[in-house]
């Protein structure tokens, strides 16, 4: 990736409360903290765990624990500036004020392509599982439902979003509250007809490191990305009525209930069963359930799997669409984006002179994208949507290194500036922002090492690399311009 030069003068820290924002003050601190819980417990957890403890072996907790610390420290640095600078482009705008406009279109431009191409795997993997609940109804044809509800509850008021998604995330947690609570009695043989497990399904078969700490590091290629989603709580947060205090609020949360929710998982799952019984592609908690005796388990992780799957096409439209409008905002994607609900439309970030609205443009905008995915997804799964995939496998890598850089710059520029507006603080500044850096660039590195994940670094560095030539571009034809 070339060296892009920061800008010259990059503009000031605010000092004081920002304008508020054009759209709808509707979220609730319950809705931003369930959103934090949930929104990175998806099917990345309950399916795709599988792989990873199919490679790791026990050490599969371990794995969790580095990608799960990983994801932490990125989200801490997130929260300590969401909070002292709220606003709905999130880390895009933190981008824009540490790095320069460059970086704030560039991440920007990025994390909406990643989520709009995400949404449509989301919508043709909850179609496969009602299609076999309904046989009758074509795949494409539940894709086209879906799309059309989740269309329609973003068009309307902010907080139909949020309880959509508060009750989504509230069935995820308390299917991994019951999962945990029944792992926990099978372990110690408190259920009917079982007996204590002990350890030996943790040290037989190989050990507790059955593939050496090559199968650690291999799990953690596999499980990082599932801690993707976190972001959106910062996105939400500029559209509740305490911005800065809802973010450190639901950030402080959900940063030891995630980390609980899914190392607990994983510990419960290979104390219960030998690790050698997980296969790729197939759920280790159905495993489990099955093996402790709860009938039907099949079919009740298929109903989470299918509310997780929804539930993240939900967030991820909703996010995109704030994403998109904030580079409106800025003037860094078309200003007929900025209307929002009610005829008003915004003008340079500031208040329309309502309370609030919903950016209906940049929902269809969004949406008309995941259209064309989902599209594309059903006609050439394996040839231009698996390419069109790759192109953004490892952008949440490069999305996390410039929060971690923009976090790098604006936290010393608030100490000198505005040193009251940092309510939530990132734990060790500057250690741990440079070690998360690093451990960053590492994942990166081994994913070049790893046949099947190379793929990906190298479509999404071509990507990446695009989006930063049009942004140099656009830089250049506007000082010339000035000049």
């Known amino acids: 990736m ?19 924002e054009p759209l709808a003050h509707g979220l609730k601190q319950r809705h931003l903290t369930m959103l934090g819980l949930g929104g ?18 026990p050490a599969i907790v371990v794995s969790y624990l580095i990608a799960g610390a990983l994801a932490m420290l990125v989200m801490r640095m997130l929260g300590e500036m969401s909070a002292a600078m709220p606003a709905s482009g999130s880390f895009s705008v933190h981008a824009e004020r540490a790095l320069g406009r460059w970086a704030g279109f560039s991440v920007g431009w990025l994390y909406w392509f ?58 995820k947690v308390g299917a991994i509250v019951v999962f945990l609570v029944l792992g926990l009695l099978a372990v110690l043989g408190l259920l009917p007809d079982t007996d204590p497990v002990g350890t030996a399904n943790l040290t037989g078969r190989g050990g507790f490191l059955p593939n050496g700490w ?43 209930r995630i ?32 093996a402790i005796g709860v009938p039907s388990a099949g079919q009740i992780m298929n109903i989470v799997v299918f509310v997780a799957l929804l539930s993240a096409l939900n967030a991820n439209l909703y996010g995109s669409s704030r994403m998109i409008f904030s580079l409106a905002e800025r003037g860094e994607a078309p200003r007929g984006l900025l209307k929002v609900s009610g005829g008003k439309r915004a003008a340079g970030g500031r208040s329309p002179g309502r309370a609030g609205g919903v950016p209906r443009r940049a929902v269809l905008a969004s949406v ?30 490069f999305v996390w290194a410039l929060i971690a850089a ?16 940092l309510s939530l603080r990132m734990w060790c500044f500057p250690f741990l922002t440079w070690l998360t850096l690093a451990g960053l660039l590492g994942v990166l590195v081994l994913m070049l090492t790893d046949d099947a994940a190379r793929p990906q ?15 140099l571009g656009r830089g250049r034809r506007e000082r010339g311009k000035r000049a």
């Open 40 to 57: 990175v417990i998806g099917a990345g957890l309950f399916v795709g765990s599988g792989a990873g403890i199919a490679v790791a072996g």
């Open 406 to 421: 923009s976090q790098l710059r604006l936290r010393a520029r608030l100490e000198r500036e505005a040193p009251e507006a």
């Open 214 to 256: 090559s199968g650690v590091v291999s799990g953690v290629l596999t499980v990082v990305f599932a801690f993707g989603g976190l972001e959106v709580v910062t996105i939400a947060a500029a559209e509740t009525d305490d911005p800065a205090r809802a973010v450190g609020r639901a950030v402080r949360s959900a940063v030891v």
């Open 368 to 397: 008309a994208f995941g259209f064309v995915s989902v599209l594309l997804n059903l006609l050439w799964p394996d040839t231009v949507f698996l390419y069109l995939l790759n192109s953004v496998g490892a952008v949440l890598l």
């Open 457 to 471: 670094v190298l479509w999404s560095t071509g990507a990446t690399a695009l989006v930063l030539l049009v942004a």
């Open 114 to 171: 990643l989520l709009v191409v995400v949404l449509a795997v989301e919508a043709t993997a909850a179609a496969q599982i009602a299609h076999g609940w309904v046989p009758a109804v074509e795949p494409w044809a539940w894709v086209l439902l879906f799309m059309v509800v989740f269309t329609a509850a973003n068009l309307t008021a902010v907080k139909n979003f949020g309880e959509f998604e508060f009750w989504f995330a509230a069935l």
């Open 2 to 20: 070339p060296e892009v030069p920061p800008s010259p003068t990059p503009p000031p820290v605010p000092t004081a409360a920002p304008p508020p």
């Open 259 to 290: 980390l609980f929710f899914y190392v607990g998982s994983m510990l419960v799952i290979v104390t219960v069963l030998p690790w050698t019984a997980q296969r790729a592609g197939l759920s280790p908690y159905v495993k489990v359930l099955d």
